[in-house]
């Protein structure tokens, strides 16, 4: 059974950091490519950032870029998200989602953790 479980989310002053991490088990980890996504309410959910299986090659939204880093560990099944300079705008549920990579479509999706950032 495949699960994804994010950690490190909380409540941060603007300008703030966080670490967000998603542990995945019950997959063959580096064969799956990793996204973040966030859901603020009252909007659709967005990719926030995407990595390979290899964590070669790394997108980021327009919005993080420059600010969030994604990274992994395989040898960990772990990855990270890394947020930096937070804004009030990033205040939202961040869920992490595995892709096979012979998918277009994600396949397993994390329960999410929530971010808030205050003014």
């Known amino acids: 059974q495949v699960q994804l479980v994010e950690s490190g989310g909380g409540l941060v002053q603007a300008g703030g950091s966080l670490r967000l991490s998603c542990a995945a088990s019950g997959l063959s980890f580096s064969n799956y490519a990793m996204g973040w996504f966030r859901q603020a309410p009252g909007k659709e959910r967005e990719v926030v950032a995407r990595i390979t299986g290899s964590g070669a090659v790394t997108y980021y939204a327009n919005s993080v870029k420059g600010r969030f880093t994604i990274s992994r560990d395989n040898a960990k099944n772990t990855v990270y998200l890394q947020m930096n300079s937070l804004k009030p705008d990033d205040t939202a549920v961040y869920c992490c989602?595995?892709?096979?990579?012979?998918?277009?479509?994600?396949?397993?999706w994390g329960q999410g953790t929530q971010v808030t950032v205050s003014s």
């Open positions: 989602a595995a892709r096979a990579t012979s998918r277009h479509e994600y396949d397993y």
